[in-house]
């Protein structure tokens, strides 16, 4: 009987979760902003409870043969618990460490332990794959050849997303399914200052919803237009951003032009030219607004009212943060042995807990990364979080959180009220890669983590309120202290991590 001991520094496999962002968030249609829209309705609640087939997938680097078929059950479970519908696996080479005859790819082991990962996945219902390896080839082509997108141009074939100027730094996906198409853009330039502005072309008449990822909201995009059969949208995409578009046409699945060219006409049922036309002069409107609605009142009064809206504040800085720091540290090492009766091999693997530690920074004078805080340092990784306190200016007029029953007599001075409110938005300058979630007054509420922001308008209220922002970091300065061996570029430097910068509320009206 063979036996090999391997010891895993941390855990046995380690799962990198590579998925489209805010996609295992969960919230219902009924949080869709009240909308009245049909698809935008049913695209919220299919978004925040999709089919198993629409899921995000998983890419597990798993080392080798070197498990038990406990911990893969386990594994497996806590993906699916976790939302995901899928796996793709990635055997990493770890012969440096285990015995390769027994272990290593295509190893009996090695086959047993890909066997119960299928069985695994397919008693969930979850999709399941592999790859070879991380090691992609790269096209580079010396000459045009026919599949090439240049060949295709010359041969006037356009794409189904086709940018209307130069572009390197969008990615496009577009798929299709039985209820809509949809458009996936990624501003791959992460590290970029600034947004990028400009048109797509889509091949199809179509009406485009916006997806946001972190919350699930779907609305209707404004500002389309149509060119030859094809639907123009501009884009405005932060980078890191992510966008999702539903494309919504015709009730025959197909991309009818003539359909929903005459719909869009005023001879069909939805009269969709006249929102077209009313969008169009939507920019004049806004223009002219104020003085709008100066000519609507009479002589003072709507002076005084345009200076009141001139003299308001709109941005609170958010200051005097309290800092908890969860530091997470390796605990008790612990072993899991198994004896594999169609193998004869015997294996035993090892994992450590986690200690977690309490760091109370206290109240900080400014917002700085957790290395450069003294009683912090370069070797804590895990959460922090922040919580302040604010009190929100007289001047900034926001809608009654809670809604009038029928009947209420304050039902139409409540409507008024909402429609004179503005929008109240939380803003952070970085969270230093790391993941974010905000409480305001105990509420959890969505946080759009490629512009770092969040809609408060909702769940603030007059008087005081609270903020909490809880920010994760990753296990790279805590790695560092154990000695890892396992950084493709040698050793890095300590990461930075925490909320930095400036944070501050933005209102709008």
């Given at each position: 009987m063979k036996r090999k001991k391997f010891e895993a520094?941390?855990?046995?496999?380690?799962?990198?979760?590579?998925?489209?962002?805010?996609?295992?968030?969960?919230?219902?249609?009924?949080?869709?902003?009240?909308?009245?829209?049909?698809?935008?309705?049913?695209?919220?609640?299919?978004?925040?409870?999709?089919?198993?087939?629409y899921k995000p997938y998983a890419r597990w680097w798993l080392a080798e043969g070197s498990h038990t078929d406990e911990t893969l059950r386990e594994s497996v479970q806590e993906l699916y618990d976790d939302g995901y519908g899928g796996i793709e696996f990635v055997t990493l080479d770890e012969s440096q460490y285990l015995d390769k005859e027994t272990y290593a790819w295509g190893s009996p082991e090695w086959i047993h332990d890909t066997k119960v990962?299928?069985?695994?996945?397919?008693?969930l219902g979850m999709s399941v794959s592999m790859t070879s390896g991380t090691h992609w080839s790269t096209a580079n082509l010396i000459s045009i050849t026919p599949d090439e997108e240049a060949a295709s141009q010359e041969l006037g074939v356009s794409p189904r997303v086709e940018y209307k100027e130069a572009n390197t730094k969008l990615l496009p996906v577009m798929r299709s399914a039985?209820?809509?198409?949809?458009?996936?853009?990624?501003?791959?330039?992460?590290?970029?200052?600034?947004?990028?502005?400009?048109?797509?072309?889509?091949?199809?008449?179509?009406?485009?919803?916006v997806i946001d990822t972190w919350s699930g909201n779907v609305e209707k995009v404004q500002g389309v237009s149509y060119e030859d059969g094809r639907t123009v949208l501009h884009v405005d995409a932060a980078p890191g951003e992510t966008m999702v578009f539903a494309l919504k046409h015709g009730d025959d699945g197909e991309n009818s032009v003539e359909q929903i060219e005459a719909e869009n006409s005023g001879e069909g049922t939805r009269n969709e030219a006249k929102d077209i036309a009313d969008t169009k002069s939507e920019v004049e409107k806004n223009v002219s607004k104020n003085a709008a609605g100066a000519k609507e009142k009479e002589g003072n009064e709507a002076v005084d009212e345009l200076q009141e809206k001139s003299s308001i504040n709109n941005v609170l800085t958010l200051s005097n943060w309290n800092l908890t720091i969860d530091s997470y540290e390796p605990g008790e090492k612990v072993t899991r042995t198994e004896e594999n009766e169609d193998t004869g091999v015997t294996t035993t693997e090892a994992a450590y807990t986690t200690n977690h530690v309490e760091i109370d920074v206290g109240t900080l004078a400014e917002l700085v990364s957790w290395k450069d805080i003294e009683s912090v340092g370069e070797t804590v990784s895990g959460?922090?979080?922040?919580?302040?306190?604010?009190?929100?200016?007289?001047?900034?007029?926001?809608?009654?959180?809670?809604?009038?029953?029928?009947?209420?007599?304050?039902?139409?001075?409540?409507?008024?009220?909402?429609?004179?409110?503005?929008?109240?938005?939380?803003?952070?300058?970085?969270?230093q890669g790391g993941t974010a979630a905000i409480w305001i007054n105990d509420t959890k509420v969505p946080v759009n983590m490629d512009r770092r922001?969040?809609?408060?308008?909702?769940?603030?209220?007059?008087?005081?309120?609270?903020?909490?922002?809880?920010?994760?970091?990753?296990?790279?300065?805590?790695?560092?202290?154990?000695?890892?061996?396992?950084?493709?570029?040698?050793?890095?430097?300590?990461?930075?991590?925490?909320?930095?910068?400036?944070?501050?509320?933005?209102?709008?009206?």
């Open positions: 520094a941390a855990m046995a496999a380690i799962l990198a979760a590579m998925s489209l962002n805010g996609s295992l968030i969960h919230v219902s249609a009924a949080e869709n902003n009240g909308s009245e829209d049909d698809f935008a309705n049913q695209i919220a609640a299919e978004f925040s409870q999709p089919e198993m087939k990962i299928i069985e695994e996945c397919n008693r039985e209820d809509a198409d949809y458009l996936y853009l990624y501003h791959y330039m992460y590290e970029d200052e600034e947004n990028y502005e400009g048109e797509i072309s889509l091949d199809g008449i179509y009406e485009p919803y959460i922090g979080t922040y919580t302040t306190t604010f009190e929100l200016p007289d001047e900034w007029q926001i809608a009654e959180n809670t809604e009038a029953s029928e009947g209420d007599t304050e039902s139409a001075s409540s409507e008024a009220a909402k429609t004179n409110s503005g929008k109240i938005e939380f803003q952070a300058d970085s969270f922001t969040a809609d408060l308008t909702a769940y603030i209220q007059p008087g005081e309120n609270t903020i909490t922002v809880r920010v994760t970091s990753s296990l790279r300065n805590i790695m560092i202290t154990q000695g890892y061996d396992g950084w493709i570029f040698g050793t890095p430097d300590p990461d930075d991590y925490g909320m930095t910068g400036e944070t501050k509320l933005v209102y709008t009206k």
